[in-house]
């Protein structure tokens, strides 16, 4: 079985509607997938200055129940919480299996010092929810030191764009237990590197569909030679073990592997 551990679902500001995913999964011979609301349906995130409203909370509110329903619907999707700065602590608890944590350098900040975020944060350690995290270098750092352990870590792109892989790889921010890389967009060769310093137990893959598509990087970890059950593990058991993936046919809450 195969997972794709990092696709965009939604149909507010984007088309991109599970029929569509549930296509290029089809074409590609991949079981289920953990999907995120669009960053569009979220904030805007092109504007710098950008501040909450209520019609914002509302297409957030939206865009997450889209994809929670996909997995209510097929329990091979995985829904993550995509967390802004109103921090919903409350919505963690509605049977999501993890949480997408996102923004770029040029794009509006989260509300580190609320109240509301540390609240959320507790939840999620609660929850032992895994966090996808990309954000800028520096933030991603104090991020991670802030959670401390308490619940897992997953870096998309190998770091691509929290800073570069290079300066995350030497900074030694997968060497945490907890601290994981998902394969989406990156190369072959930062895969083999990591790879080699850290074997196939920390890393997961994704194609972050649309922008990547699911049979292109699924070809990547194919070839890279591993042995299969290393190659079962980045593909399934990794991520099916974080978010507590029922075993087809199993219980819900079984770890998938």
């Not at 129940?65 to 602590?89: C, H, I, M, P, T």
């Not at 270098?137 to 401390?148: G, S, V």
Request: charged share 25%; aromatic share 14%; glycine share 8%.
């Amino acid at each position: 079985m195969i997972i794709d551990s990092h696709m965009h679902c939604g149909i507010q500001n984007v088309d991109q509607p599970l029929a569509l995913i549930r296509s290029y999964l089809a074409s590609a011979g991949i079981e289920g997938a953990c999907l995120f609301a669009p960053v569009e349906d979220v904030y805007d995130r092109y504007d710098p200055s950008f501040r909450d409203s209520p019609p914002w909370q509302a297409c957030r509110r939206r865009a997450n129940e889209y994809v929670l329903a996909a997995q209510k619907e097929d329990g091979l999707f995985s829904a993550y919480y995509f967390v802004w700065n109103d921090f919903r602590a409350e919505e963690l608890s509605r049977g999501y299996r993890g949480v997408k944590w996102h923004r770029h350098e040029y794009e509006p900040e989260y509300e580190y010092a609320s109240p509301l975020c540390e609240a959320f944060l507790n939840e999620v350690y609660r929850l032992r929810l895994p966090v996808v995290l990309e954000e800028s270098f520096h933030n991603t750092l104090t991020l991670i030191e802030r959670i401390d352990g308490r619940t897992p870590v997953i870096i998309p792109h190998l770091g691509a764009l929290n800073g570069g892989f290079y300066a995350l790889f030497h900074s030694g921010v997968w060497d945490s237990p907890n601290v994981y890389a998902d394969t989406a967009l990156a190369s072959p060769q930062e895969m083999a590197m990591f790879l080699r310093r850290y074997g196939p137990d920390k890393l997961i893959f994704g194609s972050d569909f649309p922008f990547g598509f699911p049979s292109t990087e699924l070809g990547k970890v194919r070839n890279l030679g591993l042995a299969q059950e290393d190659y079962e593990k980045v593909v399934f058991g990794n991520i099916a073990a974080l978010t507590r993936l029922p075993r087809p046919g199993g219980s819900d809450g079984s770890p998938g592997r």
